[in-house]
């Protein structure tokens, strides 16, 4: 029996060679490769009689070859087998191409059962290229099938061939953290029975059983995984800030706040005025009003003479952060400061200065705010903006500038609550789920080029209301077409002022500009001295332009929803009626249907779901900062009600043994500190 660390090379069957290719899969060691389950299954089992052979269906039959298999050579590179089948009711000719091999392997007078497509007709019905073996094998056909991710190289004949050899190498030694309490009483099936079955089936139902196990044990570990973090965080003290009446506070708010953003500022004063310090995520929708909440964390802060910083991932954000914290802060005594890469030299010392001597409260950043001459006088909040798109690593450096400080984590991806339980289970959440009153839905359809004028009439028509306009061409940043993007959308612009809107004030932004040029640009649309701005996605995160009331999305099935609805909240913010128009491009009926579920709903969370559905929460980021471990059976969208079961289970062994020190425990243990050694290195 090998060990679980055995490296696949040795696994017989697979060798040096094919090991190179599994391991660009993630296949390394004997406990990846029975860890490595199948993206789909195949339905072998049907097997017909060939009179009731169907053409189109795909079918297993069970015939016998009437006759040996005949091998012609047509020209170079194209060889033919055809040989005939016959079983009690029919015939069937079956073709093979480029498979010689068949000539000796088919046996006249032996059955065999073959899988294919049947084509032909009802009368002559004919197959090509089945998979095929002997009657009593049933290895490939009359049962269900494993169909794997593959690489170059492999082929799914190799990976179910490596599968089986990885079984039987492990024998009773399979992955197995499930305490044997915890998988009787949740009645789940054994690891043996649950990883045989997951990579080859003996019939849907086992499958199921199998699936059901796995994504159990999935979920459950990361859930106990979780909870251990929760408790290791309590351990470390903080301090509690001096209670102060909220009241003095919102009532120099230039408005009335939601009952969300109520709950989620007092959700967020009682915690800091807790000793242990706050971790906690603010979450909502685009346009929901999370500044002010962060606004009121360091109001509350600097009531009791300490400071706030609040990290924002680029500068344009930074900038329109300090804007409007200035607003709000300002007129109650704070003092407010800004301090980015793009600042001089000598505006970044002052500014470090007056940090370090306490003359500034709140100060607002990009990660200028990480680097060495930043020193606090005495920092107790630490805000960041869209925390995914920072590594924990870049948090805990500001982090680290203050004394344990108070921690805020605003993000305005509306991830699925239950996604958030797991990627932020360490943090405790609050949702504003509610928008500000007065916001109308906006109206949003999908168009193709027959529409192309009639959009730029109506362009025209809104700014001749006084309304702005926003024009989005997609631009991957760190593409090969990355050029091509940025040229097409410099033409576009400039087709558009010359062409289209002689008349009117177009500008371009985009990514590659420099930050101060960029700055300008903005500044001037928002100060309303551009009517159209093309844009590729800088605009993406967190604009707040209330006078703009169109969006029109150039190629818009290149973005995903999620992506797509934070654009679209750069519309909407004001009192005018909005619109957006996503221009179909070339994506076809799947991205046309994907695109509608952008016009009926405007709901974040609604959408990311159906986003998540659909890429699955890999792709979700983009990347792998978010620090979730890798997740090989679950899927976050369709096994939610098996989470929170996993994480009720999760919490009751580790209530019964905190430290997970019980033998019984001891594989669940083993495996968390696997994870945290995973999420280390992803994260830091
Ligand atoms: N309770 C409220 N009543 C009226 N207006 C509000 C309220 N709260 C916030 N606003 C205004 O709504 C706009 C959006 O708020 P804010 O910029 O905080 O949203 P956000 O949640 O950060 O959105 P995004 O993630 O899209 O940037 C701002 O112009 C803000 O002044």
């Given at each position: 029996?090998?060990?679980?660390?055995?490296?696949?090379?040795?696994?017989?069957?697979?060798?040096?060679?094919?090991?190179?290719?599994?391991?660009?899969?993630?296949?390394?060691?004997?406990?990846?490769?029975?860890?490595?389950?199948?993206?789909?299954?195949?339905?072998?089992?049907?097997?017909?009689?060939?009179?009731?052979?169907?053409?189109?269906?795909?079918?297993?039959?069970?015939?016998?070859?009437?006759?040996?298999?005949?091998?012609?050579?047509?020209?170079?590179?194209?060889?033919?087998v055809k040989v005939r089948v016959v079983d009690e009711g029919g015939a069937m000719d079956i073709t093979f191409f480029n498979q010689s091999f068949v000539k000796d392997a088919i046996k006249p007078g032996e059955v065999y059962v073959f899988y294919g497509k049947v084509a032909g007709t009802a009368r002559r019905p004919e197959m090509t290229n089945p998979v095929f073996e002997r009657e009593t094998t049933r290895n490939v056909t009359g049962r269900i099938m494993p169909v794997y991710r593959l690489t170059a190289?492999?082929?799914?004949?190799?990976?179910?061939?490596?599968?089986?050899?990885?079984?039987?190498?492990?024998?009773?030694?399979?992955?197995?953290?499930?305490?044997?309490?915890?998988?009787?009483?949740?009645?789940?099936?054994?690891?043996?029975?649950?990883?045989?079955?997951?990579?080859?089936?003996?019939s849907f139902e086992a499958l199921e059983i199998a699936r059901r196990r796995l994504i159990f044990e999935e979920l459950f570990i990361i859930s106990a995984a979780m909870g251990v973090i929760r408790k290791i965080r309590t351990v470390k003290p903080g301090r509690g800030l001096k209670d102060a009446d909220m009241d003095v506070f919102y009532a120099a708010l230039p408005f009335t706040l939601t009952g969300a953003q109520k709950r989620?500022?007092?959700?967020?004063?009682?915690?800091?005025?807790r000793p242990t310090p706050m971790n906690r995520l603010?979450?909502?929708?685009?346009?929901?009003?999370?500044?002010?909440?962060?606004?009121?964390?360091?109001?509350?802060?600097w009531k009791s003479g300490c400071q706030s910083a609040f990290m924002a991932p680029t500068e344009i954000l930074a900038e329109q952060h300090y804007r409007s914290l200035s607003a709000l802060l300002e007129p109650l005594g704070i003092q407010v400061g800004l301090l980015t890469g793009s600042m001089t030299p000598k505006q970044k010392k002052t500014v470090q200065g007056q940090l370090r001597l306490g003359e500034l409260d709140v100060i607002i950043g990009t990660h200028a705010l990480l680097s060495e001459g930043v020193e606090f006088f005495d920092l107790a909040l630490v805000v960041t903006d869209e925390q995914h798109r920072f590594g924990v690593g870049q948090r805990s450096a500001l982090t680290a500038k203050g004394d344990s400080p108070h921690v805020l984590v605003m993000s305005a991806t509306p991830i699925p609550r239950t996604l958030a339980l797991i990627i932020y289970g360490d943090l405790d959440v609050s949702v504003i789920d509610e928008l500000p009153p007065g916001r109308q839905k906006v109206e949003t359809y999908t168009a193709g080029e027959k529409l192309r004028q009639r959009t730029y009439n109506f362009m025209r028509k809104l700014v001749g209301e006084g309304r702005q306009v926003y024009v989005v061409c997609p631009m991957v940043e760190e593409s090969e077409t990355a050029d091509a993007d940025l040229k097409s959308?410099?033409?576009?612009?400039?087709?558009?002022?010359?062409?289209?809107?002689?008349?009117?004030?177009?500008?371009?932004?985009?990514?590659?500009?420099?930050?101060?040029?960029?700055?300008?640009?903005?500044?001037?649309?928002?100060?309303?001295?551009?009517?159209?701005?093309?844009?590729?996605?800088?605009?993406?995160?967190?604009?707040?332009?209330?006078?703009?009331?169109?969006?029109v999305v150039e190629n818009a099935d290149r973005f995903g929803l999620s992506q797509l609805h934070q654009l679209r909240g750069r519309v909407g913010r004001g009192e005018h009626q909005s619109y957006c128009i996503l221009f179909e491009g070339a994506g076809g009926e799947v991205s046309r249907e994907r695109l509608k579920i952008m016009c009926s709903t405007n709901d974040g969370f609604k959408i990311s779901e159906?986003?998540?559905?659909?890429?699955?929460?890999?792709?979700?980021?983009?990347?792998?900062?978010h620090g979730l471990p890798e997740m090989h059976i679950a899927s976050l969208a369709a096994d939610m009600d098996v989470l929170t079961t996993a994480q009720a289970a999760a919490s009751e062994v580790l209530k019964a043994d905190p430290a997970l020190s019980r033998p019984a425990n001891k594989a669940m243990k083993e495996r968390i500190d696997t994870l945290f050694e995973l999420r280390a290195n992803t994260l830091n």
């Amino acid at each position: 029996m090998a060990d679980l660390a055995t490296d696949i090379q040795y696994i017989k069957g697979v060798g040096e060679a094919r090991a190179k290719g599994m391991a660009k899969l993630g296949i390394q060691t004997l406990r990846d490769l029975v860890s490595f389950f199948p993206r789909a299954y195949e339905d072998r089992t049907v097997i017909k009689p060939i009179s009731l052979a169907v053409p189109d269906e795909t079918v297993c039959i069970r015939a016998m070859a009437a006759a040996a298999p005949r091998l012609s050579h047509i020209r170079k590179g194209l060889d033919l087998v055809k040989v005939r089948v016959v079983d009690e009711g029919g015939a069937m000719d079956i073709t093979f191409f480029n498979q010689s091999f068949v000539k000796d392997a088919i046996k006249p007078g032996e059955v065999y059962v073959f899988y294919g497509k049947v084509a032909g007709t009802a009368r002559r019905p004919e197959m090509t290229n089945p998979v095929f073996e002997r009657e009593t094998t049933r290895n490939v056909t009359g049962r269900i099938m494993p169909v794997y991710r593959l690489t170059a190289g492999l082929s799914q004949n190799i990976l179910a061939g490596a599968a089986r050899q990885g079984l039987e190498a492990c024998g009773e030694a399979l992955p197995d953290y499930l305490p044997e309490a915890v998988r009787e009483g949740y009645k789940l099936a054994q690891a043996r029975y649950a990883y045989e079955n997951i990579h080859f089936p003996l019939s849907f139902e086992a499958l199921e059983i199998a699936r059901r196990r796995l994504i159990f044990e999935e979920l459950f570990i990361i859930s106990a995984a979780m909870g251990v973090i929760r408790k290791i965080r309590t351990v470390k003290p903080g301090r509690g800030l001096k209670d102060a009446d909220m009241d003095v506070f919102y009532a120099a708010l230039p408005f009335t706040l939601t009952g969300a953003q109520k709950r989620s500022i007092e959700q967020a004063v009682s915690d800091m005025k807790r000793p242990t310090p706050m971790n906690r995520l603010v979450q909502g929708d685009v346009g929901s009003g999370k500044t002010v909440v962060a606004a009121a964390c360091c109001w509350f802060t600097w009531k009791s003479g300490c400071q706030s910083a609040f990290m924002a991932p680029t500068e344009i954000l930074a900038e329109q952060h300090y804007r409007s914290l200035s607003a709000l802060l300002e007129p109650l005594g704070i003092q407010v400061g800004l301090l980015t890469g793009s600042m001089t030299p000598k505006q970044k010392k002052t500014v470090q200065g007056q940090l370090r001597l306490g003359e500034l409260d709140v100060i607002i950043g990009t990660h200028a705010l990480l680097s060495e001459g930043v020193e606090f006088f005495d920092l107790a909040l630490v805000v960041t903006d869209e925390q995914h798109r920072f590594g924990v690593g870049q948090r805990s450096a500001l982090t680290a500038k203050g004394d344990s400080p108070h921690v805020l984590v605003m993000s305005a991806t509306p991830i699925p609550r239950t996604l958030a339980l797991i990627i932020y289970g360490d943090l405790d959440v609050s949702v504003i789920d509610e928008l500000p009153p007065g916001r109308q839905k906006v109206e949003t359809y999908t168009a193709g080029e027959k529409l192309r004028q009639r959009t730029y009439n109506f362009m025209r028509k809104l700014v001749g209301e006084g309304r702005q306009v926003y024009v989005v061409c997609p631009m991957v940043e760190e593409s090969e077409t990355a050029d091509a993007d940025l040229k097409s959308a410099q033409e576009y612009a400039a087709r558009l002022q010359q062409e289209i809107f002689p008349d009117l004030r177009v500008a371009l932004v985009h990514g590659r500009m420099k930050p101060k040029e960029k700055e300008r640009v903005m500044s001037a649309f928002a100060a309303g001295q551009t009517d159209i701005l093309v844009a590729t996605t800088v605009i993406e995160v967190g604009v707040d332009v209330p006078n703009a009331a169109l969006m029109v999305v150039e190629n818009a099935d290149r973005f995903g929803l999620s992506q797509l609805h934070q654009l679209r909240g750069r519309v909407g913010r004001g009192e005018h009626q909005s619109y957006c128009i996503l221009f179909e491009g070339a994506g076809g009926e799947v991205s046309r249907e994907r695109l509608k579920i952008m016009c009926s709903t405007n709901d974040g969370f609604k959408i990311s779901e159906e986003d998540l559905k659909l890429r699955g929460p890999g792709d979700f980021f983009g990347s792998r900062q978010h620090g979730l471990p890798e997740m090989h059976i679950a899927s976050l969208a369709a096994d939610m009600d098996v989470l929170t079961t996993a994480q009720a289970a999760a919490s009751e062994v580790l209530k019964a043994d905190p430290a997970l020190s019980r033998p019984a425990n001891k594989a669940m243990k083993e495996r968390i500190d696997t994870l945290f050694e995973l999420r280390a290195n992803t994260l830091n």
